[in-house]
């Protein structure tokens, strides 16, 4: 080759992670599965599980309070500024062992800028790979740049925060009888009240299968209250 090529990296993604030992995994549990008790969950193909309706930061609990405030001071950490919060999106996930839908396609979690997820509940894996989070590179590109997902198995108290655009799925497990309980975190950042700084309206996504007419059909806003039960 007659030219002088130089190459280098640009733009690399950052995952962050870490136990939050001070969020209380128990009581998470106990208001997971108190929302399955009663009904509040959402099942089907594609999902990481079975879903919790509704808005989860929404629940009145002590345990709640925490993990949202946890998750934001991650995100706080991996923007390295102070963040202003303007819309919180967050669910449920009970994945269950032998599950094949708990492999969930690839996907993001557009329209938000920061995503996470904390596992309060996590079983005990047998085999490498079993219930990994897979992040996958985000260029979708073929030859040279194409790079295999990445694994990241969690334990009890894990919490993790990336870019909402990378796209990621589940892996499946097997060998235990445990239940894995994940709790899917998304915020949208931007200026503080008051600031002259300006930015474009946040594009709105339509919920597959529902109607643009109905408000609660779009993210980021929530869904309409739930009476949620808890314990």
């Not at 790079?147 to 097997?174: D, I, M, Q, R």
């Not at 643009?212 to 929530?222: F, L």
């Amino acid at each position: 080759m007659p030219y002088q090529v130089r190459t280098f990296p640009a733009y690399p993604t950052p995952v962050h992670f870490t136990v939050a030992h001070d969020v209380d995994s128990a009581a998470l549990t106990r208001i997971v599965y108190a929302l399955r008790d009663s009904g509040h969950m959402l099942k089907g193909e594609g999902s990481a599980g079975d879903q919790t309706l509704g808005e989860f930061s929404a629940i009145p609990h002590p345990a709640v309070h925490k993990l949202i405030h946890a998750f934001l001071e991650l995100v706080a950490f991996a923007a390295a500024e102070p963040i202003h919060v303007l819309s919180i999106r967050s669910w449920a996930n009970i994945s269950r062992p032998d599950d094949e839908k708990v492999n969930s396609h690839p996907h993001n979690h557009h329209p938000y800028h920061w995503s996470g997820v904390f596992y309060p509940k996590v079983p005990s894996f047998t085999g490498p790979g079993h219930g990994q989070l897979l992040l996958l590179d985000p260029r979708e590109m073929f030859g040279r740049y194409a790079e295999p997902p990445l694994g990241l198995t969690p334990e009890t108290g894990t919490l993790v925060v990336f870019p909402s655009w990378l796209k990621h799925n589940v892996a499946n497990f097997y060998g235990t009888r445990e239940d894995r309980l994940s709790i899917s975190l998304n915020a949208i950042i931007g200026p503080a009240p008051g600031s002259t700084f300006t930015l474009p309206p946040h594009r709105v996504r339509i919920r597959s299968g529902a109607s643009p007419a109905d408000p609660a059909s779009q993210e980021p806003n929530p869904n309409a209250p739930v009476e949620y039960p808890y314990r």
